[in-house]
């Protein structure tokens, strides 16, 4: 079993809808858990982190940590065209080594 | 502020030889790290280097190296190249010291071996 599951995708939206992006994990000592964004041959880009268990909100974007059941969400709100792109989720015990997900291909149409 | 860089963009090599990619954190960052992505893959951790010193490496055989300058920037050599190393090869810097959450990742150099 893999530390991070995360659906590969692709996830094909129209404009508007609200996407809903999951990963779950098995390692109870992670910590942080980052959602990146990674457009076709760029590099990762960081769109938030959260601490712990909770709720983060960020513009459109809301992150959500449900550690007692070992799954976090990404939620996009008004997607839009330029949303698309492939969405990484990481986790990170507080120490060196972060874990990414594989990525789940977002498609959002006009 | 500008961001992390990476040098040069493509990079087209023939097997067995080597390849040397760059990388410039972000101002005030001292931790670098290095990832391969190869083509449907994720991101797999290759190396770590903090204040000039290699901290850790994931699981690649030798031929896999680099180093950390004085001004924090870092090269990545990859020795003997096979066909499988061709891959988009990232650079991600953080000022979380040890802690690797919060990185803010280069643009990547793609390595084709032929």
């Known amino acids: 079993q893999k530390e991070v599951e995360q659906d590969p995708g692709p996830l094909s939206v129209p404009e508007g809808a609200i996407v809903s992006l999951n990963c779950t994990y098995s390692?109870?000592?992670?910590?942080?858990f980052m959602w990146y964004r990674q457009y076709s041959r760029k590099g990762p880009e960081l769109l938030m982190y959260t601490y712990s268990s909770g709720n983060k909100e960020d513009g459109r974007f809301t992150a959500q940590v449900d550690k007692s059941s070992k799954y976090i969400s990404l939620f996009i709100r008004d997607s839009q065209p330029s949303d698309s792109a492939t969405y990484l989720c990481?986790?990170?015990?507080?120490?060196?080594?972060?874990?990414f997900g594989a990525g789940t291909r977002l498609f959002v149409k006009a | 502020e500008a961001g992390v860089t990476q040098s040069p963009t493509h990079l087209i090599k023939t097997r067995g030889q080597q390849a040397t990619l760059r990388c410039s954190p972000i101002s005030g960052h001292t931790s670098v790290y290095w990832y391969q992505q190869a083509l449907g893959l994720g991101l797999q951790f290759l190396l770590w280097y903090d204040e000039g010193e290699e901290r850790n490496r994931g699981n690649f055989p030798p031929r896999f190296s680099g180093r950390q300058f004085p001004n924090y920037s870092s090269e990545l050599n990859v020795n003997a190249l096979e066909l499988e190393d061709s891959a988009l090869y990232l650079c991600?810097?953080?000022?979380?010291?040890?802690?690797?959450?919060?990185?803010?990742f280069g643009p990547g150099t793609r390595l084709t071996v032929t």
């Open positions: 990481a986790m990170n015990t507080g120490g060196f080594k972060t874990i």
């Open positions: 390692n109870s000592a992670f910590q942080y």
């Open positions: 991600a810097s953080t000022n979380r010291g040890p802690a690797s959450y919060e990185q803010y």
